[in-house]
C-alpha cells in the first residue's frame, strides 16, 4: 500500500534523478543538431510537478499528489516527449482518483489509462519509441497486479519490462538501429520509473547535480530583453502594407518586388492569380502606392496601412518600461482573430509581428516553450480565435495541449519550421472565416521546402557517415542532407537542392552568427546562379543555433 506521502516522494525523486541524466539521455537523439532534446524537455516537464509537490504537507493523499503532478505537467510539458510523459502521468491521476492510498492493482490501471491517453494524443504512433515502452510496461503492470501484493516487487517487475523493452527498440526503428542507440524517450521513461522504484525502496533523495538553468524560466517579462528588441536601427521609417487586385493574370509581382527593393526594405511580395499582397519598410510610402497601380487597383478591405514606425519604436521603448518586472496579463476578446508564433531571434520576431502576429513566444530548437508559456500568450491575445504557429515539429504537441486550457477558441496550425510559419502568416485573409483560414493557411506553408544550416554539437555516425563535432550540417526538411565545412557553401549548395522547377521564390534567413557581409555574399552568388528566374529575398533572422534557415516556393 503507497501512501500520498510515498507518491510524492517517489515524484520528486523521479524528477531529480532524470534531470541528474537529462544530458545523456539528450546524447541518445539519432541526429547530432543542437536543440532542446529529449531528456532536456522530459526532466523539466517533470521538474514542474517537483515544485508544486514540494509545497504539499506530507499528509496528503495519493489522489492529491497525482491530481497536482498532472496538472503541473500538462503546463509544463515542453517537446512531444515531455507532453507523452504529461500523459502518462495524467492516467495517475485519473487510476487513483478518490484515493487516500494505493495498491498495486490501483497504479496497473492508471497506467493502462496514461498509455491510451498518449496513443490517442499522438496523430501517427510510431512503434520502437516511449510509447512502446511504456504500453508493454503497462501490460506487464496488469499482470503482475493479479499476483503480486509487494510494491517493491511490482515496481522492479515493471522497471525489468521497460528495460527489456527498451533495448528492442534499437531493431523496431531503422533510424535507431543504423545510429545503435535506445529511443531516447523510452530511455528517459525507464529513468523515471527508476527513480519512482528507488523512492519505494527507501533510498534517501538523491542530490541535483545539474545547473539550476534546467528549471523553467521566470514568466516575467525581462526589461532589458524586451527594449533589446525595439533598440536596433531603423533604416526606412514607413511600414506599409497593402493588397491589390491585378489587371489581368499575366501581371507579375516579381516586377513589383523589385522596384520595392530600390525604394526600402524587408519586402514581402506574395501573390496568386488574382491578387498581390504587399509588405514594405519604406521612406517613400506614396511611390509605393503608385508604383502598385501599374500591376492593379486596390481593393476596399483591408484598406492599405502605413504606419510610422520611429513612432511606434519610442512607444514600445515606453511600453516595455511600464511592463517591467510584470507578468503579461490575460485580455479580453475585442477582435476576430489573433496569432501567437514561437520564434528566437530579433529580426524574426519583428518579421512576425510586422505580419500581424500578436505575441511571439520566444523558444525553438533549442529551447522548447511549454504548454504554459504558449497558453499565457494565447491569455495575452485580444482575439477570439487564436491561430498558433509553433514553427517546429517538437513543439506542435504541446500547443495542441493548451487547446482545452485556453478560455478561447485556439486552432493549432502544424507548421514545422520558421519558414512555414511566416507563409501561412502571408496567407491568412480577415475576410474569410476560420475553417477557411485555417485551410488556406495550411495549404499555403505545406507548399513551402525549407531548409537550414546549423552544426554538429557532437561526434556521430549516421548512414556510415562520420560527423565530426562543430561540422556544418545541411538539413532539408528536417533531415540530414550533407555535411560541409564552410557555412556559405552548404547553403549555396543546400538552396540548390531545394529549388525545383517550379519554384518562384528564395528567402534566406541569416542568424545571429552571419554577418551581414557573409549574408550579402551569398545572396550575391545565388542571384548569380538564378538570374531572374528567381525572386531571392534576404532576411536579418538573428536566430541561434541556425547559421540560415532557408525557404523556396
Known amino acids: 500500500m503507497i501512501t500520498g506521502k510515498e507518491l510524492k516522494s517517489a515524484i520528486i525523486h523521479a524528477a531529480i534523478l532524470i534531470t541528474n541524466q537529462r544530458r545523456s539521455i539528450d546524447e541518445l537523439n539519432v541526429y547530432p543538431v543542437p536543440d532542446g532534446d529529449t531528456g532536456t524537455n522530459m526532466s523539466m516537464t517533470i521538474s514542474a510537478a517537483k515544485r508544486?509537490?514540494?509545497?504539499?504537507?506530507?499528509?496528503?493523499?495519493?489522489?492529491?499528489?497525482?491530481?497536482?503532478?498532472?496538472?503541473?505537467?500538462?503546463?509544463?510539458?515542453?517537446?512531444?516527449?515531455?507532453?507523452?510523459?504529461?500523459?502518462?502521468?495524467?492516467?495517475?491521476?485519473?487510476?487513483?482518483?478518490?484515493?487516500?492510498?494505493?495498491?498495486?492493482?490501483?497504479?496497473?490501471?492508471?497506467?493502462?489509462?496514461?498509455?491510451?491517453?498518449?496513443?490517442?494524443?499522438?496523430?501517427?504512433?510510431?512503434?520502437?519509441?516511449i510509447l512502446t515502452v511504456s504500453r508493454m510496461a503497462a501490460k506487464k503492470a496488469a499482470e503482475l497486479a493479479k499476483k503480486e501484493k509487494d510494491t517493491v516487487k511490482f515496481w522492479q517487475g515493471v522497471l525489468n519490462e521497460a528495460n527489456s523493452v527498451l533495448k528492442q527498440t534499437t531493431e523496431m526503428l531503422p533510424a535507431l538501429k543504423k545510429a545503435n542507440v535506445v529511443d531516447a524517450g523510452g530511455q528517459g521513461f525507464c529513468v523515471i520509473l527508476t527513480g519512482m522504484l528507488n523512492a519505494f525502496r527507501g533510498e534517501p533523495m538523491p542530490e541535483e547535480a545539474v545547473e539550476r538553468s534546467t528549471s523553467a524560466p521566470d514568466p516575467k517579462v525581462d526589461f532589458n530583453a524586451a527594449v533589446a528588441q525595439y533598440d536596433e536601427e531603423i533604416n526606412f521609417t514607413y511600414c506599409t502594407e497593402f493588397i491589390i487586385e491585378k489587371n489581368n493574370a499575366k501581371v507579375d509581382g516579381a516586377k513589383l518586388r523589385a522596384y520595392l527593393e530600390t525604394i526600402g526594405d524587408c519586402v514581402v511580395v506574395v501573390e496568386d492569380d488574382e491578387i498581390i499582397k504587399v509588405h514594405v519598410h519604406t521612406d517613400q510610402p506614396g511611390k509605393a502606392l503608385t508604383k502598385a497601380l501599374d500591376f492593379g487597383h486596390f481593393i476596399n478591405e483591408p484598406k492599405p496601412k502605413i504606419e510610422n514606425m520611429r513612432i511606434q519604436h519610442e512607444n514600445k521603448v515606453k511600453e516595455a518600461r511600464i511592463v517591467k518586472q510584470q507578468e503579461v496579463l490575460p485580455v479580453e476578446p475585442t477582435k476576430e482573430y489573433g496569432f501567437v508564433a514561437v520564434a528566437a531571434g530579433g529580426g524574426l520576431e519583428r518579421t512576425f509581428l510586422d505580419l500581424g502576429v500578436d505575441q511571439v513566444v520566444k523558444g525553438g530548437q533549442t529551447m522548447n516553450p511549454s504548454t504554459d508559456d504558449i497558453l499565457r500568450a494565447i491569455h495575452a491575445t485580444p482575439a477570439k480565435t487564436v491561430f498558433v504557429l509553433p514553427n517546429n515539429k517538437n513543439i506542435i504537441m504541446a500547443a495542441e495541449q493548451a487547446i482545452n486550457l485556453a478560455n478561447r477558441n485556439v486552432v493549432v496550425l502544424q507548421t514545422r519550421t520558421i519558414p512555414q510559419g511566416l507563409s501561412a502568416m502571408l496567407a491568412f485573409d480577415e475576410t474569410a472565416n476560420t475553417e477557411t483560414n485555417s485551410s488556406e493557411m495550411t495549404k499555403a506553408f505545406e507548399k513551402v521546402s525549407s531548409g537550414s544550416v546549423t552544426f554538429a554539437a557532437r561526434d556521430s555516425e549516421l548512414d556510415g557517415q562520420k560527423i565530426k563535432k562543430n561540422d556544418v550540417l545541411a538539413m532539408d526538411n528536417g533531415k540530414l542532407s550533407f555535411t560541409e565545412k564552410d557555412v556559405n557553401k552548404a547553403a549555396y549548395k543546400l538552396t540548390k537542392k531545394l529549388v525545383k522547377s517550379d519554384s518562384n521564390f528564395i528567402t534566406l534567413i541569416y542568424g545571429a552568427d552571419v554577418t551581414e557581409e557573409k549574408a550579402q555574399q551569398l545572396y550575391d552568388q545565388l542571384t548569380a546562379k538564378f538570374g531572374t528566374k528567381l525572386d531571392i529575398s534576404l532576411i536579418p533572422g538573428g536566430q541561434p543555433v541556425y547559421y540560415y534557415l532557408i525557404s523556396v516556393e
Not at 497525482?66 to 505537467?73: I, K, Q
Open 52 to 129: 508544486e509537490l514540494e509545497l504539499l504537507s506530507d499528509d496528503v493523499t495519493v489522489s492529491e499528489v497525482a491530481d497536482v503532478t498532472a496538472s503541473a505537467m500538462l503546463r509544463g510539458a515542453r517537446g512531444n516527449s515531455g507532453v507523452i510523459s504529461s500523459l502518462l502521468f495524467r492516467g495517475f491521476s485519473k487510476g487513483l482518483s478518490g484515493l487516500k492510498t494505493a495498491e498495486n492493482t490501483d497504479f496497473a490501471n492508471a497506467l493502462e489509462i496514461g498509455v491510451a491517453a498518449a496513443y490517442k494524443a499522438v496523430m501517427k504512433p510510431t512503434e520502437g519509441t
